[in-house]
């Protein structure tokens, strides 16, 4: 066996969600801040900036192979190319899942030779995006890597699960002991098989995951293991690391792993391509995070129609691991995957207040008195008396206005930097109570309170009151807006934040 390990090659394989990589030519399809040369700013220097700095991020990590999400078209991938060949780590082959014109593509780069490619159309619509399947020659083994990029967080599970469903199948399609790696921006989290049921936005599924239940990497409900993977199981490298590192997006202080690396059984074993044990890293060079640890996403400004500022990289980390062409071998230590859920933390009597200071995530909370001060459609405040307010998103249907309750409150969660309540067991109902002392004033407005009155001019978005003061004012029925220049009053409204400013609401 020695000559073979001495003789064995070692290669880097990497995921990338580059952020919106658009080229420069109108097709129709674009968004609407990457229509070329309008008032946005993408222009040829925006589209250069933004070229040399992914390139730069490729370069740095050098990798052998890289799957690439969000790519417009073969012209912009070119160019991305080339512009890493510019800055010394040439990937002389490419490859674009373009046979739908979808905004953003699936997309890779080699410094291996193609043997095949193929493309996977979940449903055959334009609401999801073909998946990229190529096999590729490693020194004389070939490799099939399929690069994903599932739909967003902003529509539920289901959709996942039609990108998954037709991804399995064709992995099951495949001849027995293929090398294979399943990568790229899955907008799932490691272990959504725990925090989907807890959704009321994204479970549409009864707890159905695409990643965790369709790809298995999770089964009787416990994650898949490097020593006892089976076909057609999947192991997600993120139970590489420990938890408290699993994490590649960081969305208003949310951290979670959307990107993955997910291998076959094929890669523990003793032939062809292996997995280079505890290799598996997220790729955190300093100049890809601001001053105050946010990532460096490419920037656009927040006023003037949000114009590209032409700086910043991506709101994704890039995520690698190294192979092998020798046998697999296990390091002594196992994975830090936890194989059981998480015991409930010990219960405690907290303020409102408390919450805001309190990790996201499941929580055992009592809160001996809060108020009902508001509830519209799937959205109610509660509130302490002489104490702070918060929201409750969806778990409202035993909460009545006005009443006060004993509630245990068992899940937080930041939603673009509103802290919520996404699950709650009312212990107690106190009673009708005064609701009126419990509304804030104009001059103390914060967040998930309730604004007794205000009166001001509406001016485009704004509500100016007091000496020189103004509010977002969001309207959510756009022909119920006031006029411009109109005087307003408003009695009983939401003061919420969206990212992180304040604004009224109008549900």
């Not at 998103?393 to 006005?402: M, S, V």
């Not at 009151?465 to 009983?492: A, E, F, M, Q, S």
Request: with cysteine; glycine share 6%; hydrophobic share 35%.
């Amino acid at each position: 066996m020695l000559p073979a390990l001495l003789g064995a090659q070692t290669l880097k394989i990497a995921t990338y969600n580059v952020e919106n990589l658009f080229d420069l030519r109108k097709d129709g399809t674009e968004y609407t801040e990457y229509i070329p040369n309008t008032g946005y700013g993408w222009n040829k220097q925006t589209f250069r900036a933004k070229i040399r700095n992914i390139a730069q991020v490729i370069c740095d990590l050098k990798p052998d192979i890289i799957g690439l999400q969000e790519i417009e078209s073969d012209r912009a991938l070119k160019a991305l190319q080339n512009g890493v060949k510019a800055c010394g780590h040439p990937m002389p082959y490419r490859l674009i899942a373009d046979t739908k014109p979808t905004p953003v593509k699936t997309a890779l780069l080699s410094r291996f030779p193609v043997l095949k490619r193929r493309e996977i159309d979940p449903d055959g619509t334009l609401k999801t995006r073909n998946i990229l399947e190529a096999t590729l020659n490693v020194k004389g083994r070939p490799l099939t890597v399929f690069v994903n990029h599932w739909k967003s967080r902003s529509g539920p599970e289901s959709r996942r699960i039609v990108s998954a469903k037709a991804l399995m199948r064709r992995l099951r399609a495949l001849a027995k002991k293929t090398d294979y790696i399943v990568l790229g921006d899955f907008n799932s989290d490691w272990q959504e098989w725990r925090t989907l049921p807890d959704s009321v936005r994204l479970n549409d599924t009864d707890g159905l995951t695409g990643i965790n239940h369709i790809l298995q990497t999770v089964v009787d409900n416990q994650p898949v293991t490097k020593r006892a993977i089976h076909p057609p199981e999947h192991y997600d490298l993120w139970f590489d690391l420990p938890p408290q590192r699993r994490w590649s997006h960081n969305f208003y202080g949310h951290k979670t792993a959307l990107d993955h690396i997910l291998l076959s059984a094929s890669l523990f074993d003793k032939q062809g391509i292996n997995y280079k044990d505890k290799s598996f890293k997220v790729f955190k060079p300093r100049y890809l995070f601001t001053p105050k640890e946010a990532i460096f996403r490419w920037q656009r400004a927040k006023h003037r129609r949000g114009k590209h500022l032409g700086k910043g990289y991506s709101d994704h980390l890039p995520i690698y691991a190294l192979f092998t062409t020798a046998p697999y071998r296990p390091k002594q230590k196992e994975s830090h995957a936890p194989l059981t859920a998480p015991k409930p933390t010990s219960l405690q009597t907290l303020r409102i207040a408390d919450l805001y200071t309190q990790p996201v995530g499941w929580v055992n909370i009592t809160i001996p008195k809060a108020v009902v001060i508001y509830k519209k459609g799937r959205v109610a405040i509660i509130k302490e008396p002489k104490g702070r307010g918060i929201l409750v998103y969806k778990d409202i249907k035993r909460l009545k206005k006005g009443h006060a309750y004993t509630l245990q409150i068992r899940k937080l969660y930041d939603y673009k930097g509103l802290r919520e309540i996404t699950r709650l067991r009312v212990e107690k109902d106190l009673g009708p109570t005064a609701m009126t002392p419990l509304l804030t004033q104009s001059d103390t407005l914060r967040p998930n309170e309730v604004l007794a009155s205000i009166s001001g001019i509406y001016r485009r978005g704004y509500l100016y009151y007091g000496k020189g003061k103004k509010i977002k004012l969001y309207v959510k029925d756009k022909r119920k807006r006031p006029r411009n220049g109109t005087h307003v009053t408003l009695k009983n409204v939401r003061v919420s934040t969206y990212r992180h400013r304040l604004e009224l609401v109008l549900e």
